[in-house]
């Protein structure tokens, strides 16, 4: 039988942990105040149901959470000028670039993207960061939330991926590949599968542990 996962309660109790985490710096370092900044460029009503979800999370836990919204005229050299700004601001500990922009200019997401420093992109979306995922060097980057989420629901279930035949159904930049390379270096055998994969029930059927992240409706 199935087991279902609250992944509000498992949220919940990793507020708690990261806010008796801040607690804990402030005990030796009183005026520790870490930072996080949201970058938005105009005003996709889910981009702002999002942005307000983490902007929450933040002041539950102790972080400063900024939204920095930007009017969808803005142009590429001053979306990135801002993110210069922030990555040599040093009250701002992390950065998130809102994706995807609402803009008018023609803006290349991937340059914007890459223009914040791996240091504070807590999204784990920079070139940089995507390839220490890769090659597993876990310890120097970070890694995207939701693949990050997926691997403590799978640990909270009480299931160890080592040795474990695992298939990841998605291979987006965000979710698909990133979770892949978690579980890989969790030492889970991974077969990543997607929407031309032909026989996707073999491979599903063959897995111990199956993670969906896709964006087709069904398809599993």
């Not at 030796?28 to 930072?35: A, I, R, V």
């Not at 210069?84 to 809102?98: C, K, R, S, T």
């Not at 940089?128 to 090659?135: E, H, I, Q």
């Not at 890694?143 to 035949?165: R, Y």
Request: glycine share 10%.
């Amino acid at each position: 039988m199935a087991t279902v996962i609250k992944g509000t309660a498992v949220a919940k109790k990793v507020r708690e942990a990261l806010r008796e985490e801040i607690e804990e710096i402030r005990e030796t370092k009183p005026d520790f105040q870490p930072g996080l900044t949201v970058v938005q460029v105009g005003d996709r009503p889910d981009s702002n149901v999002y942005i307000g979800a983490k902007i929450k999370a933040c002041k539950e836990i102790g972080i400063e959470g900024v939204h920095m919204k930007l009017p969808p005229s803005t142009t590429e050299e001053e979306l990135v000028g801002a993110i210069e700004g922030l990555n040599n601001d040093p009250n701002v500990h992390g950065i998130i670039l809102q994706v995807p922009l609402d803009c008018t200019t023609g803006i290349d997401e991937a340059l914007a993207t890459n223009a914040l420093s791996p240091a504070k992109d807590v999204d784990g979306l920079t070139d940089v960061n995507a390839g220490r995922l890769s090659r597993g060097d876990l310890t120097r980057c970070f890694t995207p939330c939701t693949p990050s989420g997926c691997m403590v629901l799978i640990e909270e279930a009480g299931v160890d991926v080592k040795g474990k035949n695992v298939c990841v159904v998605g291979r987006s930049k965000i979710v698909g590949a990133p979770m892949h390379d978690l579980l890989l270096w969790a030492h889970g055998t991974v077969t990543t599968c997607h929407s031309r994969t032909p026989d996707l029930g073999y491979h599903i059927r063959q897995a111990d542990v199956v993670v969906v992240a896709a964006g087709k409706k069904e398809l599993v």
